[in-house]
């Protein structure tokens, strides 16, 4: 599948609410500590019990980028560890960060991944992209011309997003812990 990416920050930043409104329903927010490395925080992180993940979904204006992170298990029980991020710029094209927003030719928006993963000696984002299943390897065609690989994790409005952003944290996981 040809998909495009978001571009605009307008754009971005209206696809960006439609992920927020659907991963933060049904969310409990809790005022948690997390960490990654080189550092951590106090931050509130939304707690999706029906799905077992956590979500914690921010622009980093300094950054010019939305930070999406995510974790497994109640975040009030244990230490929060992100599982994965998916970082989306706020405007253009940022090929460093991991995540984008993508239209298809019918006009709709997804959330996707470029498959790199911080994860030393496991593996290359193409073996990731290789293994994930539930989600459509996309070509993007960026407008200077260019193209290259992403996984498309879902599409905006659909209902069972929350629980396709579930399923890809779960894989990030097990991918990460050697597991396929």
């Known amino acids: 599948m040809i998909v495009y990416p978001l571009v605009d920050a307008q754009e971005l930043s209206l696809a960006f609410d439609r992920l927020v409104a659907a991963v ?3 969310a409990e927010p809790i005022p948690s500590q997390l960490g990654w490395q080189g550092g951590g925080g106090d931050y509130e992180v939304y707690w999706r019990r029906d799905l ?3 979500a914690r979904l921010a622009l980093q204006a300094a950054d010019k980028r939305y930070d999406c992170a995510y974790g497994i298990g109640d975040p009030r ?7 994965c991020k998916t970082s989306i710029p706020a405007s ?4 460093r960060l991991s995540g984008l927003f993508v239209r298809d030719d019918a006009g709709e928006v997804f959330i ?3 498959g790199r993963l911080s994860v030393r000696g496991r593996g290359s984002a193409e073996r990731f992209i290789s293994q994930y299943r539930n989600g459509e390897r996309v070509t993007v065609h960026d407008p200077d011309g260019s193209t290259r690989d992403a996984l498309r994790i879902g599409r905006l409005g659909d209902p069972s997003l929350p629980r396709q952003i579930a ?3 779960r894989a990030v996981q097990r991918f990460k812990q050697g597991m396929p």
């Open 167 to 169: 399923e890809w944290v």
């Open 112 to 114: 996707a991944h470029n």
């Open 77 to 83: 029980h244990h230490s929060n560890g992100i599982v």
């Open 92 to 95: 253009g094209i940022n090929r």
């Open 24 to 26: 933060y329903d049904r």
């Open 52 to 54: 077992g993940i956590w």
